[in-house]
């Protein structure tokens, strides 16, 4: 499985295109990378670098590689990059052979109230749900609180958003946010019923998807949370609920023709399980995929017909946002402990024996 010289594209530089980044080049790829100096893949040994400074920047690049090479495979690896290609340079999936690929099914996915669109013809239970810019007085009026107020979809690549996913208690501070942020921010934000605070009941579906048929796939417990959304340990699930997870996830990718990695996200509150979101792109634990199928890279891109699967229950781990955590609750150090000395089924985030700048880079941020 040598001498691949083919050039493959990676944009955005996060602990997802690390991934991609080694995996690839451990394939003899030649992989560019495409990012911020601040994120993480940038400091890897791996993949010809090219930094950019601006939005403005990174078309500019973008369209040169594209002169200088013809339909170049390309990986997007950020949600936030790839909200910024869709919203601002469409033309990046007619100049590039783009994963996520479908353009269309990429559009419905990485949209919160149109993913809950697939998912009332599915018939998945989702929280009800409104976008600030089209809910009027009496509504807020009637709203069930707590509600929570999220982004319906990434609108900012360098700009950092002022406003923060936000609990609000009643329909006084519902008014008071809604005055608070812009109107761009009110088209692009929406308010949902509180489904609970326990994030032990938040499950994740992580799959490799083609043309909507999925062809790998991994259900996860999110068991530590270093902050909402973000988790510091995740483990394998196959519980009482991974089977219909998996159904329920099945069912919204298959109204779709869409091409990639993606992970749907899911919360179980009463016995019910509601969809959250879908990210349609590489998740921030998909180390935990190529555990579970070791060849998952050589699959993807086409050398294996078959990726087989690990029958031992994987574990994935980000050691220094687990650590933090510990610190704030040590009567989890022994999970923790358990976790890393558990060699044969724990994978982790961002160490590599062989690429060890990127942990110490983490590390000093």
């Known amino acids: 499985m040598n001498g691949f010289s083919e050039k493959i594209l990676v944009v955005g ?24 100096k601040s994120e993480i893949a940038m400091h890897s040994k791996y993949a010809e670098k090219i930094t950019i400074e601006s939005e403005e920047h990174l078309v500019l690049e973008l369209n040169s590689l594209a002169s200088a ?3 170049l495979k390309a990986y997007v690896a950020s949600g936030f990059y790839l909200a910024f290609l869709m919203n601002h340079f469409p033309k990046f999936f007619q100049l590039f052979h783009a994963c996520p690929g479908h353009k269309a099914s990429v559009s419905q996915l990485m949209c919160k109230t149109k993913t809950y669109e697939l998912a009332q013809k599915a018939g998945v239970l989702y929280p009800q749900s409104f976008l600030l810019n089209d809910i009027d007085r009496k509504q807020i009026e009637e709203l069930k609180y707590p509600q929570i107020v999220k982004w319906n979809q990434d609108i900012y690549l360098f ?11 009643n329909s006084t501070e ?23 605070a ?19 796939d991994i259900c996860v417990n999110e068991v530590r949370h270093f902050r ?14 991974a089977e219909a997870i998996t159904k329920q996830a099945a069912l919204i990718i298959t109204e779709t023709q869409f091409t990639g990695f993606l992970d749907v996200e899911f919360k179980i509150k009463d016995g019910n399980l509601y969809l959250l979101e879908i990210n349609p792109r590489p998740f921030g634990f998909i180390k935990i995929m190529k555990k579970k199928y070791p060849d998952l ?18 574990k994935w781990i980000n ?4 650590m933090v955590l510990i610190i704030k609750n040590p009567g989890e150090v022994f999970h923790m402990l358990k976790v890393l000395f558990d060699f044969n089924k724990r994978t982790f985030d961002v160490w590599d024996i062989n690429d060890p700048l990127p942990f110490f880079y983490q590390m000093k941020r």
């Open 159 to 169: 700009a950092k958003p002022s406003f923060k996913t936000s609990l609000v208690r």
């Open 228 to 241: 909402s959304g973000v988790s510091s340990v995740v483990e394998e699930y196959a519980g009482t609920y």
């Open 69 to 71: 090479n013809a339909k």
């Open 319 to 322: 050691v220094l946002r687990d």
């Open 198 to 216: 326990d994030l032990s009941n938040n499950f994740s579906y992580g799959a490799y998807v083609n043309q909507g048929k999925v062809k790998l």
């Open 13 to 36: 530089a996060g602990p997802q295109a690390l991934f991609l980044v080694r995996e690839l080049s451990r394939l003899n790829y030649q992989v560019i990378l495409i990012g911020r």
């Open 297 to 314: 890279i050589p699959y993807v891109m086409g050398h294996k017909m078959v990726a087989h699967k690990n029958p031992q229950k994987v």
């Open 174 to 196: 519902m008014i008071q946010l809604i005055q608070n942020v812009n109107t761009q921010e009110k088209k692009s934000l929406i308010t949902q019923e509180f489904l609970g």
